[in-house]
């Protein structure tokens, strides 16, 4: 009578005074039963690199004998791949959720590695973590990718921080695939799809818009935060830059700053025009009389914390309210400062090196602002060729 059978196993019994009883299965080399008094058990016998193994696969019945002869023949095919089943085993068991790989493995890499770390934490804290965070890097499935999405998409988030949310999982993902943890799926096995996004909107200050702007500044009853805004409209630079700056970092006899760390990964020199220099020396005038003839190493200071300021969104949120330019950004001042320099005939690989846009295709957005400016140097051209215009 053939043993391994689930009908068999439901229905053997240990015998008194024995601790348990092995059956094997004749289908499957190394597949055994094993009664227990109060359980019966699937285990996978085998060796490796000379070393004889014991592998358990689980219980009867809720695993069924066809259920273990899968399991069984799925390991003989990762000893047959040089692998070691019950290693392969023991490091998915170590497979940490979404959240503990996030915060032990992740983030530690990305503050050592990006500028944006934060906008990574904040990403994962609000919008990943409640809804994939207790899941184990190995139970996030396409399935739960879209159910992610469509959780998102209800909750009328826009597309592009569902987008940008969606990046960041798949990166969290090839970096867990990178280390090396067992069976951890890449983005493209999760099957990763961006949602339809419009595309980034481009806004500029209108000759109206600059003079209410610069009214509105004025009032500003924060000095610092004033020179601040001021500075951003006058170089273009991005905000962190602004924020970061320090006194060492300006040449004043040669009119040059010095950004030490950009986003592209590397220092940049930017020219500053004499009206930047104007302002620098009244940001130093207000650090000499705040403090009594000294001067703080960061020039837009905090000076109730000595430090610099994290951001100015608050500040700027009232002054655009009050100039009437709502959908107007923060970041729409470099945009402006661009668009001065384009339809004032500079060329786009110099607003490039002025923005620090690592890649000209960043700029050229730009390009079409100027078309009056494209027009003259096509007539340029023309003319250098000395042809009759008529026939």
């Known amino acids: 009578m053939h043993k391994f059978t689930n009908q068999y196993l439901e229905k053997v019994k240990l015998e008194q005074g024995k601790s348990f009883l092995y059956i094997k299965d004749p289908k499957t080399p190394g597949l055994w039963a094993v009664i227990y008094a ?85 990403l994962f804290r609000i919008h990943l973590q409640p809804i994939l965070g207790t899941r184990t890097l190995l139970q996030i499935s396409p399935y739960h990718i879209q159910a992610f999405v469509r959780q998102k998409s209800q909750s009328n988030l826009s597309n592009t921080m569902i987008n940008s949310a969606l990046t960041l999982l798949g ?58 805004i001021s500075f951003l409209l006058l170089t273009g630079c991005r905000k962190s830059e602004a924020l970061q700056a320090k006194w060492t970092d300006f040449d004043f006899n040669h009119q040059i700053w010095v950004i030490p760390k950009t986003k592209s990964g590397s220092f940049r020199k930017v020219p500053i025009s004499n009206a930047a220099v104007d302002l620098l020396n009244k940001v130093k005038q207000h650090h000499l009389a705040k403090l009594h003839g000294n001067f703080l190493e960061v020039t837009f200071v905090n000076f109730k914390t000595g430090k610099a300021y994290v951001n100015c969104d608050k500040t700027w949120r009232r002054v655009r309210e ?9 970041h729409d001042l470099r945009h402006s400062f661009a668009s001065i320099l384009v339809n004032n005939g500079v060329s786009i690989y110099e607003v490039q090196h002025l923005l620090g846009h690592s890649s000209i295709r960043t700029t050229n957005r730009y390009a079409h ?10 007539e340029l051209a023309a003319q250098s060729y000395n042809l009759a215009t008529t026939v």
């Open 38 to 122: 109060t359980s019966k058990r699937f285990h996978y016998r085998y060796r490796f690199q000379n070393r004889q193994r014991n592998m358990s696969l689980g219980s009867f019945p809720a695993l069924k004998t066809s259920d273990a002869r899968d399991l069984a023949l799925k390991n003989a095919r990762l000893i047959s791949q040089g692998i070691d089943p019950l290693e392969q085993k023991k490091k998915i068991l170590d497979i940490p959720t979404l959240s503990d790989f996030f915060y032990s493995y992740y983030l530690p890499h990305a503050k050592l590695h990006k500028r944006s770390s934060h906008i990574d934490e904040s």
């Open 369 to 378: 602002l100027a078309p009056e400016r494209l027009r003259q140097s096509a």
């Open 322 to 330: 009050k100039a009437k330019l709502e959908d107007f950004r923060l």
């Open 171 to 228: 990166t969290i993902f090839n970096k867990a695939n990178q280390w090396d943890f067992a069976n951890v799926p890449t983005s493209r096995d999760l099957k990763i799809d961006k949602l339809p996004s419009p595309p980034p909107l481009t806004r500029y200050l209108s000759d109206q818009e600059h003079k209410r702007l610069f009214a509105e500044l004025e009032k500003i009853e924060n000095v610092m935060m004033k020179f601040l």
